[in-house]
């Protein structure tokens, strides 16, 4: 979707134009005073890969947005990564909700939810083999170049990594070039399977030097359960596409999805969301039928 388009792509079949033409605004959805959560991927969505939120797309969240919708994020890595990504400061007053590892690790307002584990899930005797076969898979790749920490185990996934998630910025963006062209993660998701055909694993690529394997079920759907008091949740992510991170989330019959293709593009599909609602609103206050095509 380039960002000068003003037509929003949504899951459900559904697009959306300032014509607004749907089936969304017919099913009564443009009442007033609906409650409405954005929920936002971070990597790609709301910050260039592993990188920190620009200030200007903070400010709009967070002075814009949020007087219209409450927001949340959820990302497969673990907390601390979020920090980096989102600041340590308020990082609980800015997001009503924070989903780290896909919302294994679930915070309301701060508070930490229940979660559950993946040696908890699949057994410690199948979690160590499915460690073992990765590390030997990986001692047998010849790349261009490896780094460390080829394997992170984290609450309810394990994140493997060929090249080792010690890249530099440069590293990673090399690594993913070389990836593109050779299919390595592929490749290694493919011998993961065909080993471990009785495991009900999901394996899912996300940003650029890894992916990520977890229990069926687990990919960012989870959050969804924590999620509780909204009529709608918009999902906004950038790997929508099927096996990318975001897929199931945005294909959820509990979400309307958003497919964006940077933080960029993020902020021009908020607006275009926000002008959609606010005429909606205005329409229902002037007592005006809508005009649906
Ligand atoms: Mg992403």
């Not at 990765?134 to 460390?148: A, C, D, N, V, W």
């Not at 984290?154 to 090399?174: A, D």
Request: proline residues 3%; glycine residues 8%; negative net charge.
């Amino acid at each position: 979707m380039s960002n000068s388009s003003p037509v929003l792509s949504l899951s459900h079949n559904v697009t959306i134009c300032t014509g607004i033409k749907f089936d969304y605004w017919k099913k009564g959805n443009s009442r007033m005073s609906k409650k409405i959560i954005c929920l936002f991927d971070i990597d790609g969505t709301l910050t260039e890969p592993r990188q920190p939120i620009k200030s200007n797309v903070e400010k709009f969240l967070l002075t814009v947005v949020k007087k219209d919708f409450d927001i949340a994020v959820v990302g497969g890595s673990d907390l601390n990564k979020i920090k980096e990504q989102l600041g340590v400061e308020g990082l609980f007053e800015k997001y009503k909700y924070v989903f780290a590892e896909n919302g294994l690790v679930a915070f309301n307002e701060g508070k930490l939810l229940p979660s559950e584990t993946i040696q908890s899930m699949i057994g410690e005797d199948a979690l160590q083999d499915l460690i073992n076969f990765s590390l030997r898979y990986i001692s047998e790749l010849q790349l261009p170049f490896k780094r460390g920490t080829f394997i992170e185990f984290r609450t309810g996934m394990l994140n493997i990594s060929p090249v080792g998630r010690n890249c530099t910025k440069e590293e990673r963006e090399q690594f993913y070039e070389y990836d593109i062209e050779n299919q390595v993660r592929q490749k290694f998701i493919q011998a993961l399977k065909k080993e471990f055909p009785n495991l009900a694993l999901t394996y899912s690529i996300g940003g650029q030097i890894s992916f990520d394997v977890f229990p069926v079920g687990w990919d960012k759907t989870y959050c969804l359960r924590h999620i509780q008091g909204y009529e709608e949740i918009h999902f906004f992510g950038d790997k929508t596409a099927v096996g990318g991170n975001d897929h199931e989330i945005y294909e959820s019959d509990l979400t309307v999805g958003h497919r964006v293709t940077s933080p960029e593009d993020t902020i021009n599909q908020l607006k275009i969301l926000m002008t959609l609602i606010k005429e909606s609103k205005e329409k229902e206050q002037m007592k005006i039928p809508m005009q649906c095509i």
